[in-house]
């Protein structure tokens, strides 16, 4: 019978720590390797076999974890949240948290976390950058508002981003000099090729073939558009990794956390530990959804008499979240089942 070797690996820009140790705990090799594809390559050379590695989740870990992952028996990522051990440490170095991963790793005490595939990471990069686009372009707009009311013009804030009505608004207004011109122009140019370019990221996702029977199942549900839909996809992944609606739910930010002790519980406002682009699409989605959907609607004004717009809308992004979850584990599109009500004669 093989001895499987373990293996703790410490991250960074431009450096990995690592730890090899057998399953006794035993020590064979530590050290510290460049953060490159080739340095990889040569380290990977020179380990006993069979290997399997462990590593903490950080902006880098994704190339390094495709870059192992054919040639180790197992490789896992930890949530580093969980990895309470290395924090409260009272000494805390790179060689430390490699040795420490690796005996998490080994013990079966790493606390993993969910790794998506590499064709959907690279399409979720696609999907953030555009995000980041989006933001831009806002700022850009609060731009052009800001210029105009520091010089005292005035303006018709629904139209001011329409095309014609920006343009007639610089040729005519007498309040606007050469220089507040050519700011406002170079404001606009921007918003424009932001504009275009956030639409032909969107296309791209929309029509990408891994995704697009997918994303039409999605928007069968009520108040679910392209861009709820493309999110859902690319932040889960992979649906079957919820037990249940709860824990879907509790990823995507949409309920508090709680600290019991004893008899006593304490209810916090809106978990930290979520996945943020998620929760802002599915909030701002829910805020819309009452206008598309009947059921939605009533859901919405039955938690809204409690008297709390924020929690009923809240409610209703639960309430989606069930919706996702079940057109994704089905993969059937989303039907709407009319209540008939049954009168004994």
């Not at 420490?100 to 079966?108: A, E, F, S, V, Y």
């Not at 009452?290 to 009533?298: H, K, Q, T, V």
Request: net charge positive; proline share 3%.
């Amino acid at each position: 019978m093989q001895t499987m070797y373990y293996i703790g690996l410490d991250v960074h820009k431009k450096t990995i720590s690592y730890c090899v140790k057998d399953g006794s705990g035993q020590i064979h090799a530590e050290g510290t390797i460049p953060a490159t594809h080739c340095d990889l390559d040569r380290w990977m050379k020179t380990l006993p076999q069979p290997w399997t590695a462990a590593m903490e989740a950080t902006v880098f870990t994704g190339w390094i974890y495709d870059h192992l992952q054919p040639h180790a028996a197992a490789l896992k990522v930890a949530h580093p949240l969980m990895l309470r051990a290395i924090a409260a440490a009272k000494k805390k170095n790179d060689r430390v948290d490699a040795s420490k991963i690796c005996d998490c790793l080994r013990c079966d005490f790493l606390p993993e976390c969910y790794m998506a595939s590499t064709a959907i990471r690279e399409r979720r990069r696609t999907l953030r950058y555009r995000n980041l686009l989006v933001r831009q372009m806002v700022q850009m707009k609060n731009k052009i508002s800001m210029l105009l009311m520091e010089a005292g013009v005035s303006y018709n804030k629904q139209r001011l981003h329409k095309a014609g009505y920006f343009r007639e608004l610089l040729a005519t207004n007498p309040n606007i000099n050469e220089g507040l011109r050519s700011l406002l122009r170079l404001c606009r140019e921007t918003v424009v090729r932001l504009q275009k370019t956030e639409s032909a990221l969107v296309r791209s996702l929309e029509h990408d073939s891994l995704l697009m029977d997918r994303v039409e199942r999605l928007m069968s549900i009520p108040a679910v558009g392209p861009i709820t839909a493309l999110t859902w996809a690319l932040e889960v992944g992979d649906v079957q990794r919820f037990s249940s609606i709860k824990k879907a739910i509790s990823y995507c930010g949409l309920c508090g956390a709680e600290k019991s002790s004893g008899n006593t519980v304490q209810r916090t406002p809106l978990s930290k530990q979520r996945n943020k682009h998620l929760q802002t699409i599915l909030i701002e989605a829910a805020k819309m959804a009452p206008r598309y959907s009947p059921d939605l609607a009533m859901h919405y004004d039955k938690e809204r008499q409690k008297g709390n717009a924020n929690r009923a809308t809240l409610a209703v992004a639960r309430k989606l979240v069930a919706y996702l979850v079940a057109v994704d584990r089905r993969q059937k599109e989303f039907l709407v089942v009319e209540k008939e009500n049954c009168v004994a004669a």
